[in-house]
């Protein structure tokens, strides 16, 4: 393959948050690049750049992944679920974000958007986890200004105020 044959851009389409988008992206350009400059979705955000601190976390057909991690190639044809997508409208916060703004489970903010993210997919798969199991998950992402103690009282709230809501408003995490 010629230089600049690999320097070509390819069209890039997929689901975001229930909704078509597409974009043009360089092949190496990374998911978090591609959602941040290409479509405007802002709340994914870039740390590490080297997945170990968590922000770029998000949902790619239902698993999560590292953003940053990731060619906005690879996601051509996927279903996409940003911390944007977390409300259910823009004048309302989800059941889980509701949960941190009371706990004040956030200071900068940096890394929250990819803690909601990893807590809405792991409240969705255990609907009634403990102390020590919100703590292992946390463990995957960084934040350098709460200590974790607030995101772990919000998280144990959401997860409970979710187990009482009926079926359909679970996806409201």
């Known amino acids: 393959m010629s230089r600049l044959q690999s320097e ?10 229930g909704k078509p988008v597409q974009g043009e992206a360089e092949p190496r350009m990374l998911l978090t690049d591609f ?3 290409q479509i405007g979705a802002t709340g994914t955000h870039v740390g590490c750049e080297h997945g170990v601190c968590g922000a770029c976390t998000i949902t790619v ?3 999560l992944t590292r953003a940053c991690l990731t060619l906005a190639v690879q996601a051509d044809g996927c279903d996409l679920r940003t911390v944007e997508g977390l409300a259910p409208s ?3 916060l989800g059941v889980l974000q509701a949960a941190f703004r009371r706990h004040h489970a956030l200071q900068c903010g940096f890394c929250t958007a990819g803690i909601l993210m990893s807590l809405d997919h792991f409240l969705r798969h255990h609907p009634s986890p403990d102390e020590n199991e919100i703590r292992d998950l946390l463990s995957g992402h960084l934040c350098r200004c709460t200590g974790y103690t607030p995101i772990v009282r919000a998280a ?3 997860a409970a105020e979710l187990a009482k809501s009926p079926t359909n408003e679970k996806t409201d995490a």
């Open 8 to 17: 070509r851009r390819h069209l890039v389409r997929f689901t975001l948050n």
């Open 35 to 37: 959602l941040r400059q």
């Open 61 to 63: 057909d239902g698993m």
């Open 90 to 92: 823009l004048d309302r």
């Open 156 to 158: 144990l709230e959401a």
